[in-house]
């Protein structure tokens, strides 16, 4: 498993895990360019991840669920509460459209 946290606070959230071949990240609460430029700094390729999971809708951690999703042709993975409450960051965003390997994903403590 590999855990590389992206960035934690009230100016945005996002956390890269890797586990069983899977990748994803939680929550998008940065810029696309500043996902993509700490992707690059791990040595993490953006074209490399499955999906991108929403813990809630709040903007430091959803900026940029939707224009990642569109830009690298992930679902965006979350509860439809959360959905229904960030509609407007998520438009024209595959939701709920699983990956096979995602339904694999097992985090074990």
Same mark, same amino acid.
């Given at each position: 498993?590999? &855990?590389?946290?992206?960035?934690s606070g009230s100016k945005g959230?996002?956390?890269? =895990?890797?586990?069983g071949g899977v990748r994803l990240l939680i929550d998008a609460g940065l810029s696309l360019k500043e996902i993509?430029?700490?992707l690059a700094h791990s040595a993490i390729e953006p074209e490399s991840i499955h999906g991108?999971?929403?813990?809630?809708?709040? =903007?430091?951690? &959803?900026?940029?669920?939707g224009s990642f999703a569109r830009?690298?042709?992930?679902?965006v993975l979350t509860s439809y509460a959360?959905?229904?409450?960030?509609e407007r960051y998520l438009q024209k965003t595959p939701l709920w459209s699983l990956k096979p390997a995602i339904h694999s994903l097992f985090v074990r403590s």
């Open positions: 498993m590999k &855990i590389c946290s992206l960035a959230n996002c956390l890269f =895990i890797e586990t993509t430029s700490r991108v999971l929403v813990t809630h809708e709040h =903007i430091d951690h &959803i900026r940029s669920a830009r690298y042709k992930v679902p959360t959905r229904q409450a960030a």
